[in-house]
């Protein structure tokens, strides 16, 4: 890997943590209006979205289809900017968080959708992602 990839993996990696950032924050807002802490729904928001682009692009960018991405589209997206926009580090220390608060309802809670949701957003997001490339 050459130094310029390493760089723009960094470039994207930077836009995809001021993205999560940005979407967390405004889900927390709209979850908890009162500015009360609770379930992460802005991390799940993250995660879930994260997932299906991530399948979306790996889509564009298969080899055997249509290649709508090259490779150093592909680093950029992909491994920078949906790299730090996903957040599974912050979903299990969350998690913890709540299991060590006693909230095991919603600890246990956030692993199912998470799970649930998305593992079913990167199947979407390969639907669409067919769609688009045929």
Do not use: H, K
Request: proline content about 2%; aromatic content about 10%; overall charge negative.
């Amino acid at each position: 890997m050459s130094v310029s990839s390493y760089l723009l993996v960094g470039l994207g990696s930077a836009f995809g943590g001021m993205a999560r950032f940005g979407v967390s924050d405004i889900v927390a807002r709209l979850s908890a209006p009162d500015g009360g802490s609770g379930f992460p729904w802005g991390t799940l928001a993250a995660n879930v979205s994260g997932c299906f682009l991530i399948a979306f692009l790996a889509v564009l960018a298969l080899a055997d289809g249509r290649p709508l991405l090259d490779l150093t589209a592909r680093q950029f997206l992909m491994v920078g900017v949906l790299g730090g926009y996903t957040t599974f580090s912050a979903f299990g220390l969350q998690t913890l968080e709540l299991a060590l608060a006693g909230d095991w309802g919603s600890a246990g809670l956030n692993v199912a959708l998470s799970l649930v949701l998305c593992l079913g957003a990167v199947w979407l997001g390969w639907l669409a992602g067919v769609a688009v490339n045929g």
